[in-house]
């Protein structure tokens, strides 16, 4: 499959404790991409990390990607309530032309 | 911008039925995503479309599926005859060529019974 892996599949946490998921995959890629998606809605891309780069940082999202163990984490710090929802990796994969999703974390951030 | 604007947003239909479910990318994006999301498998990429034309349709997952995408602005996913098995929830996503984040809409709830 070509499809990446998400770690934990539930994660569920109290408010403002931070919230880390990691993503696993397997072919080379061009970059990652982290999309979260609220119970009946559709997924909204969060940050993307290209395939040169080791960390990157939005608010308070933080991601990392380690190429030679093919695999990225999520860290959400400070979590809210509002960030309950599942969260995808997905893979722009070299000499493909689409993203290719995990399976994906449901965080459950208890307030 | 709307966004991606997809309809219905649920639908419920017998089986056999034909179904068609409707996507308006985002105005000037010219790539074109459908997909599928169940519980068992997940996110489920059936076909896109670049420059309106289908690049790839190997995710779809027999005859039974058609997508066409006539212009820049419409696209369609028919299904017919439906099963009870395509329960699941359509999801339509755009891009511009030259950046790798897609949009997607808020997606249609089908129900097969």
């Known amino acids: 499959s070509q499809q990446g892996e998400e770690d934990p599949q539930a994660l569920s946490i109290q408010e403002g404790e931070n919230a880390t998921m990691n993503c696993s995959y397997k072919t080379s890629i061009n970059n990652l991409q982290w999309y979260r998606q609220n119970s009946g809605r559709g997924l909204v891309h969060l940050i993307l990390?290209?395939?040169?780069?080791r960390e990157k940082h939005s608010g308070r999202l933080r991601v990392t990607l380690d190429t030679s163990k093919k695999s990225s984490s999520l860290l959400i710090t400070a979590s809210r309530a509002a960030d309950t929802a599942s969260y995808f990796c997905?893979?722009?994969?070299?000499?493909?032309?689409?993203?290719?999703f995990g399976t994906g974390t449901r965080l459950t951030v208890i307030p | 911008d709307a966004g991606v604007i997809q309809s219905p947003r649920h639908e419920v239909t017998e089986m056999g039925q034909e179904v068609t479910l409707r996507c308006k990318p985002i105005?000037?994006?010219?790539?074109l995503f459908w997909y599928r999301q169940t519980m068992m498998r997940g996110l489920e990429l059936l076909i896109y479309f670049n420059n309106n034309v289908p690049i790839d349709d190997s995710g779809m997952p027999e005859d039974r599926f058609s997508a066409k995408m006539p212009n820049a602005s419409f696209s369609t996913l028919k299904i017919q005859p439906s099963e009870p098995r395509d329960s699941a929830v359509y999801f339509c996503?755009?891009?511009?060529?030259?950046?790798?984040?897609?949009?997607f809409g808020p997606g249609t709830r089908l129900t097969v019974t």
């Open positions: 996503a755009s891009r511009q060529t030259r950046t790798y984040e897609q949009y």
């Open positions: 105005s000037g994006h010219n790539s």
């Open positions: 997905a893979t722009d994969q070299t000499g493909a032309n689409n993203l290719f």
């Open positions: 990390i290209r395939s040169n780069e």
